[in-house]
């Protein structure tokens, strides 16, 4: 089946610091990458929908100059987390939606998190 | 616009009881549904979806769920607990026209009891 990775899977900064997030699809082209946020003991919220060649659409209260995206490739996205501070400690999951295919259809592909932690 | 309700933050069942997690939905166009479970410090597994076709929909591991318009519910169901189903399990949304951007409902931690 599709994978999606994700690099690394744990990293902590010191506060101030900016840290990037790698998602990667293995198996597939990707168009279209999405970014959640997932706080301790709390569900997955929409960051970002990352398109390939274009500017990254964020949600409503998420600062775009925060959370830098980009999407250089059909493969991969990164996300950049600028100036961290504590606050930004969470787990971020990338998922991957490969394009139609005949028979198949739309599928969703979700990484394996990125668990940063901000010091 | 989508969202989803999941009832019950915790679930605990015996080990071989009936699993039953609950899940409402809200959309204002046909909506696509899914249930993932997810291991501590892990991403998302697919446990099963509903697009369009058939209501009830089998998963993997034994789940299942049923998709009820009339009720905007999609309930996941296992007939017989196991150890390994402890576990958080999200619901979630997305538009035909929006397909990948999931809304997430808060999350139902189950726990198994031998």
């Known amino acids: 089946g599709a994978v999606v990775s994700q690099h690394p899977s744990r990293v902590i900064c010191k506060s101030g610091t900016s840290v990037k997030i790698e998602c990667r699809s293995l198996?597939?082209?990707?168009?279209?990458m999405f970014w959640y946020r997932q706080f301790p003991k709390k569900s997955l919220m929409l960051m970002a929908t990352?398109?390939?060649?274009?500017?990254?659409?964020?949600e409503q209260g998420v600062e775009k100059d925060k959370f830098l995206i980009n999407h250089a490739s059909l493969t991969l996205s990164t996300l950049t987390v600028t100036s961290a501070h504590p606050e930004d400690s969470s787990f971020y999951i990338c998922?991957?939606?490969?394009?139609?295919?005949?028979?198949?259809?739309?599928?969703?592909?979700f990484g394996p998190g990125t668990r940063l932690t901000v010091l | 616009a989508q969202s989803v309700t999941q009832l019950g933050s915790h679930v605990s069942v015996s080990e071989g009881a009936l699993v039953l997690l609950r899940c409402n939905y809200s959309?204002?166009?046909?909506?696509?549904l899914f249930w993932y479970v997810q291991y501590p410090n892990q991403g998302l597994q697919l446990l099963l979806k509903?697009?369009?076709?058939?209501?009830l929909v089998k998963g993997i591991n034994g789940f299942e769920a049923e998709f009820k318009k009339s009720e905007t519910s999609f309930h996941l169901t296992k007939p017989s607990a196991h150890m390994s189903d402890a576990a958080e399990y999200f619901c979630?949304?997305?538009?035909?026209?929006?397909?990948?951007?999931?809304?997430f409902g808060a999350g139902t931690q189950v726990v198994v009891t031998p």
């Open positions: 998922s991957a939606r490969r394009p139609l295919l005949a028979g198949v259809g739309n599928e969703q592909f």
């Open positions: 198996d597939f082209q990707a168009t279209t």
């Open positions: 990352s398109n390939e060649g274009s500017k990254a659409t964020y």
């Open positions: 959309s204002s166009v046909p909506p696509y």
């Open positions: 509903y697009t369009t076709g058939a209501t």
């Open positions: 979630a949304v997305s538009g035909a026209d929006s397909w990948g951007k999931f809304q």
